[in-house]
């Protein structure tokens, strides 16, 4: 005789059909409870869907105007950037050369067409600093010279209010290389400052002038400091400090270079601009016999 099923009695029914009228019965109660919904039951499920699909475009495009605000921001910050010019621009170059004093330009009379490059480059620019540069031959005679050559340099520094388009305020400089042999210009710089710096008058014309001052720090030292290595220092700067900045009055600064320490004060003289005395002596230079 042949089984029918694992312990189940006769006139039972099998357990596969107890198990498939639980799942129809399952099935047809979440079917209930969806028409529920969908004829205005209290479920929420089916309406959710429905509002974030009617929410999301508003707040999308929301998003993207955000985006091109911020692109044309960009955009307009770029175009401010590019146009806006770092400095002034540099004015005409001046139709005629500075008038020589013996054979050579001085800082006295080549500042009168240095304050004109400045008077064209922007208006209330004022003398910030200035000096002569004296390029001397290689062979020192044994006394003193009494007159300057012609070879070297003239630079004058200009400063001026300055407002670019779209910045805060600030203040430009004007940078203007004279050579002296034949007072010609032959450089000159625009340069933009973000802050500017304290606007102070240059020093007023003295008795003394650079020609006068740099012939004295010769006659005082000047002349046996060149003659010690002419090969190393064979180059002066003078320039003008005016009263109130140190603890000297008016006066020149006259100093010699020595080209193996050219950011040491090899010899430095300060000259009184009224009567030519020596107010101050110094130095560093490095000794003759010392290498390169």
């Known amino acids: 005789m042949t089984s029918s099923g694992a312990g189940n ?18 099935v047809g109660a979440r079917h209930a409870a969806l ?3 969908v004829s ?7 309406r959710a869907p429905t509002r974030r699909a009617g929410g999301w475009p508003s707040r999308g495009r929301l998003i993207i105007a955000l985006l091109a605000l911020q692109l044309l921001l960009a955009a307009a910050a770029l175009a401010v950037w590019v146009w806006t010019p770092e400095a002034p621009p540099l004015p005409p170059l001046p139709e005629g050369n500075a008038p020589l004093v013996g054979t050579g330009a001085t800082y006295e009379s080549a500042l009168p067409l240095a304050q004109a490059q400045a008077d064209a480059w922007l208006p209330g620019a004022i003398l910030l600093n200035a000096s002569m540069q004296v390029d001397w031959p ?10 300057l050559p012609g070879t070297g340099w003239l630079t ?10 779209g910045r805060p305020p600030g203040a430009a400089s004007l940078s203007v290389v004279i050579e002296r042999l034949d007072g010609s210009v ?6 933009g400052w973000e802050q500017a710096p304290t606007f102070r008058p240059p020093p007023p014309p ?13 006659e005082a030292g000047g002349t046996a400091f060149r003659r010690e290595c002419p090969q190393y220092r064979h180059l002066t700067r003078t320039f003008p400090v005016a009263a109130g900045r140190t603890e000297w009055p008016q006066h020149w600064v006259v100093l010699y270079e020595d080209s193996r320490a050219p950011d040491q004060h090899g010899l430095l003289l300060r000259i009184d ?3 030519g005395e020596i107010l101050d002596q110094g130095g560093a230079a490095p000794g003759c016999e010392e290498p390169a």
């Open 273 to 275: 601009a009224e009567t």
């Open 186 to 191: 032959v450089s000159r710089e625009s340069t």
């Open 156 to 165: 004058y520094a200009f400063i001026a209010p300055w407002d670019a388009p």
């Open 138 to 147: 290689w062979t020192v005679p044994p006394e003193p010279p009494t007159t």
């Open 40 to 46: 205005g039951g209290e479920g929420t499920a089916c």
């Open 35 to 37: 028409s529920s919904d």
């Open 9 to 26: 009695a006769p006139g039972e029914a099998p357990p596969t059909s107890g198990h498939s009228a639980g799942r129809h019965d399952d």
């Open 206 to 218: 003295a008795a003394i002038d650079s020609t006068e001052a740099t012939l004295l720090a010769e």
